[in-house]
């Protein structure tokens, strides 16, 4: 009876361990993510290689279910669950974010359901301020009386107020976060519409009056954009910086003399670069941030899909010939020299090896970019000597240096 007893008591309990154990980490219901990708293919599991199910697109907006390997698993519309890469999409924490929206007509019915059936049961007056609790198709719930209601999301312009925006007002520069956003005559969302901003456009800020700033959206033209519908930003935090590491994962790419590997040497450098260029102000995204194995063809897509303004391919070489050194700049289409040279340019100042000038390269990562793209060669790791320089931490410094130098170099015309 005692073992019984017990065999009754402890497997349950292991159950319970194993279920704990081995569960994923689901993510909070109130996180959601907006997609930021023009149009997103959603799979069956977290990776490139499993099947597509379905494709979204920009500024949709999604409950996160679960997290892993840098993809998000969401709910769709279904009911349905799939996994995106998680670079093609934007975190947004409720904690963080007050969802709110004014009513931009007189007059706005406010209906018992999200349908033109639906009973009128109230109306809203163009100024008004609502809450809103959730949104399908066209249609916005709201907070209404003592429960919800629904009213016509057209007439709705979103207020996302955040802990980030609170002190935008002491920067000199603004971006939208949305595309489409409205730039009116006056200071207020009953003043007309004279342009719209786009998600990347910055815009110097003149003045703040009330939740306002006033800007220069074109050349002599001024007009008013929302606070609550921006971010802050500086001149080159609008540059969007792509690093890719070269290799990773299963592809250890060249071995130096002494064993090291070209994949650890890539994604060091990467990683602090992506440092400097952030204090600098730059908006950086990197390809990989582990040490994982990313194609070629996602790395140049991912690089369309950012709208990066340099795509930097970061390497070191390899050749039969051990008494071969030196460091080596490629590009593919001709408008890419300039920014080549002055990043090629800087690294020959701050290094004492070999400089084997800026070339002209057909490799997949260049040839298949839309964004403007370079690849540098940053010494020789089958030269032993060489080796033993390029695996230090002064080395790394100074290179990465060079590079942040040199790409500001260029976005400041110098």
Request: hydrophobic share 35%; proline share 2%.
């Amino acid at each position: 009876m005692g073992k019984k007893l017990f065999l009754f008591i402890i497997i349950p309990l292991l159950f319970v361990t194993l279920f704990i154990r081995y569960s994923p980490i689901i993510k909070a219901d109130s996180d959601t993510i907006v997609i930021t990708g023009e149009i997103v293919n959603v799979r069956e599991k977290p990776g490139t290689t499993y099947s597509i199910i379905t494709q979204i697109r920009k500024g949709e907006t999604y409950e996160i279910k679960n997290e892993k390997d840098g993809w998000y698993e969401i709910k769709l519309p279904s009911g349905k669950k799939g996994w995106i890469a998680n670079w093609l999409a934007q975190e947004q924490n409720s904690p963080t974010k007050t969802n709110k929206g004014m009513v931009t007509a007189d007059h706005l019915n406010i209906r018992s359901e999200p349908t033109l059936t639906g009973s009128v049961i109230g109306k809203l007056q163009m100024g008004d301020e609502v809450v809103i609790l959730d949104h399908k198709d066209d249609w916005f719930e709201i907070d209404y009386a003592s429960g919800s209601a629904w009213v016509s999301s057209a007439y709705i312009e979103k207020m996302e107020t955040s802990q980030s925006n609170t002190a935008i007002q002491e920067e000199n520069y603004i971006s939208a976060l949305y595309d489409d956003t409205n730039i009116r005559k006056k200071p207020t969302l009953k003043s007309a519409i004279i342009g719209q901003a786009s998600s990347n456009d910055v815009f110097k800020v003149l003045k703040k009056e009330g939740d306002w700033y006033q800007i220069e959206y074109t050349a002599g033209k001024k007009g008013y954009i929302a606070s609550w519908i921006v971010t802050g930003t500086n001149e080159v935090s609008s540059k969007t910086i792509v690093i890719d590491p070269g290799h990773g994962g299963r592809d250890e790419g060249a071995a130096g003399a002494n064993g090291t590997l070209e994949k650890d040497l890539t994604l060091n450098a990467a990683l602090l670069l992506g440092e400097k260029l952030k204090k600098a102000g730059f908006n950086v995204i990197l390809t990989r941030s582990s040490d994982e194995y990313v194609s070629l063809q996602d790395r140049a897509e991912l690089a369309y899909i950012k709208n990066a303004d340099v795509f930097i391919s970061l390497h070191f070489d390899s050749i039969d010939d051990s008494s071969v050194h030196g460091h080596t700049t490629y590009y593919y289409y001709e408008d890419e020299g300039k920014i080549a040279e002055s990043i090629h340019n800087r690294i020959t100042d701050a290094i004492h090896i070999s400089d084997r000038g800026v070339r002209y390269g057909d490799y997949y990562v260049l040839r298949e970019n839309q964004q403007p793209s370079i690849l540098l060669e940053l010494g020789y790791l089958s030269n032993p000597a060489e080796e033993k320089v390029i695996k230090t931490k002064k080395y790394m410094n100074k290179i990465t240096d060079a590079i942040e130098k040199g790409i500001s170099d260029y976005f400041s015309g110098n």
